[in-house]
């Protein structure tokens, strides 16, 4: 999810990895809910209508997509900063508008049967789920220098009553105190990756001092599925904090989750998700 420093973290990982099944902590039996990851994004273009309506078809219990503000201080769903990986154009969201972006095709990269596909509004996602299914909304860290993404997000979701599904998370903790500070009720998630092995460290959108177990003003903390253990997830829980984990695509990778009694799963593949939740 994030740069060459992030890959240098899984290598440190595999050196110093994290204590895992031998410990007694946690629950083991508890079903976490299924979030879909872009929605569906393993089976569809992600971040698309294509991609949420897949994930509600699957039975998704939650939502994700990200929100950037463009050019003209639109919000367009889309996770990179640039249209390129998932476009077939070039440039960066800010330095376009809603309707160039609009004009480019969002879904031929990732198949032929979802050419035509444009990246979508918040707007359209959010009339498209209305309330069947909750919505976890990413915000990028606004490149306007204000709140400006974080008050057009909120203004949203105050717009369409839809404050009791949806949630915001972000990588970045001004973006959430900003949230807070404009919205005292909405609930908020902390992402991070992980915390660094034998040092007071860890990493969410840049190395940061302590623990990620810091974060206790929010109701999650999301968090890369290798960088935890049981007795992360216990300590969290205790305190009444939900822990969510990304992005966990591999079945024995579900699996370990699903044991370790996590609150809640982010896939690509929610499909796969739900149905190996069935057979437990």
């Not at 007694?24 to 273009?45: L, W």
């Not at 984990?245 to 009694?261: L, R």
């Amino acid at each position: 999810m994030k740069s060459t420093l992030f890959l240098s973290f899984l290598i440190i990982i595999n050196f110093f990895p994290f204590a895992s099944a031998g410990q007694s902590f946690g629950s083991g039996n508890k079903k976490p809910i299924v979030i879909a990851h872009r929605g569906a994004s393993g089976i569809a273009p992600e971040n698309t209508l294509a991609a949420v309506k897949k994930a509600m078809d699957a039975g998704a219990d939650i939502i994700e997509i990200d929100v950037h503000l463009t050019q003209d201080r639109q919000l367009v769903v889309m996770h990179d900063e640039t249209v390129d990986r998932t476009t077939n154009g070039t440039g960066k969201i800010k330095d376009l508008t809603l309707k160039e972006i609009k004009a480019l095709d969002a879904g031929e990269w990732f198949s032929k049967e979802f050419g035509g596909e444009s990246a979508p509004t918040l707007e359209e996602v959010m009339k498209l789920i209305a309330g069947k299914h909750k919505l976890l909304i990413e915000i990028k860290p606004t490149w306007t220098g204000n709140y400006e993404t974080e008050k057009q997000v909120l203004g949203y979701i105050k717009a369409h009553d839809a404050a009791s599904w949806c949630i915001i998370q972000s990588f970045d903790s001004k973006v959430l105190e900003n949230v807070r500070e404009l919205d005292k009720s909405i609930e908020i998630h902390k992402l991070v990756i992980l915390n660094i092995p034998v040092l007071p460290l860890h990493y969410d959108s840049g190395l940061r001092w302590g623990s990620f177990l810091k974060y206790k003003q929010w109701s999650a903390i999301s968090v890369y599925h290798k960088g935890l253990n049981k007795n992360k997830i216990r300590r969290i829980q205790d305190r009444r904090q939900k822990v969510f984990t990304w992005t966990v695509n591999e079945i024995k990778d579900m699996d370990e989750m699903i044991a370790f009694g996590v609150d809640g799963i982010i896939t690509d593949f929610p499909d796969r998700l739900a149905i190996r939740m069935r057979l437990k």
